[in-house]
């Protein structure tokens, strides 16, 4: 006999809760933000939508459905199954900090707080749970993702983009090569590499992207080609400034082999959960086999 579905339904700590459990009491919290000029009324506030809209959406849940809820910090020790339908109540980045953990699985996001978030990936309010959750399965965009995978077969999965550089502001050196490119080759020395996704081009990549001024075309969310960039790469003797930036097509790769005591690769902005590579390494980024099943 098949399982009844299982919402799952992600959600982060509030900021608010985040004050009181550091400062002990709602008066100790308000008292601290008073005197840096803050109200927590404002932040309360917002602690109430997001409770608010929480519970809204559990409500919406079909009785004969099974449901299961997870906080952000413990999505790296939650089990998703098959035939689960997962719930984003929050921000766009949740959506993003729970994709890599995803196989297929239809997400549905809930925008909590309309106006502070851009709703790219929580395009939905909480009153529409029960119509979407009805019709998870029917109506979905597959978003591109992007992967890096170490020679020694570490590997990351990301939805908006995967960085390679050190885990500080030293310099990175490596060597960086393209598949699609007639292989070529450079040695450099710079902040680091982003690559980055359609879905990406909405956030750290497309600042790349305007600061350089760049005429490279920004993929769409579902398109499978990506978007690479070289930050503030350094002409020396030994290191060049010629494979900057580019596009990876859904074949191609992108090839990091590292010259520096360590580099670290790490996606969606989540620096502890981070490939650790080292002198000789070798990462390949890539567009990733798997997407991200998101209701429209």
């Known amino acids: 006999m098949s399982l009844a579905p ?74 998703f199954a098959p035939e689960d339908v997962v719930v984003v109540v929050g921000q766009d980045g949740l959506v993003a900090n729970v994709a ?11 925008d909590t707080d309309p106006g502070r978030n851009p709703g790219v990936l929580v395009r939905h309010r909480p009153q529409d749970a029960a119509k979407l959750l009805s019709a998870a399965q029917a109506t979905v965009d597959e978003l591109t993702m992007v992967e890096a995978v170490a020679d020694d077969t570490q590997r990351l999965v990301a939805l908006n983009e995967i960085y390679l550089g050190t885990p500080g502001h030293q310099t ?19 902040s680091g590499v982003l690559v980055g996704t359609g879905t990406g081009a909405t956030g750290w990549l497309r600042s790349v992207w305007q600061e350089r001024d760049s005429r490279l075309p ?8 990506l978007v690479w960039f070289v930050r503030e790469a350094w002409p020396s003797p030994a290191t060049g400034t010629t494979l900057v930036a580019g596009e990876l097509a859904a074949s191609a790769s992108l090839t990091v082999t590292v010259e520096s005591d360590r580099l670290i690769a790490f996606g969606d902005g989540i620096e502890t959960d981070a490939l650790q590579l080292t002198w000789g390494q070798t990462v390949r980024v890539g567009v990733c086999g798997q997407r991200l099943r998101l209701a429209g």
């Open 6 to 79: 299982r919402a799952v339904l992600v959600h982060r700590t509030t900021e608010y809760e985040e004050l009181v459990a550091r400062h002990g009491t709602h008066g100790q919290a308000a008292f601290f933000l008073a005197s840096r000029g803050r109200d927590i009324e404002e932040v309360a506030e917002r602690h109430r939508r997001a409770r608010g809209a929480l519970a809204e959406v559990t409500s919406a849940v079909p009785l004969a459905w099974r449901q299961a809820q997870v906080e952000r910090a413990d999505l790296d020790r939650f089990l």
């Open 218 to 225: 920004l993929p769409s969310p579902t398109e499978d080609r």
């Open 100 to 110: 890599k953990y995803l196989t297929g699985q239809p997400v549905i996001g809930i």
């Open 172 to 190: 990175a050196r490596y060597r960086l090569g393209l598949d699609d490119d007639g292989g070529a080759v450079e040695a450099q020395a710079s």
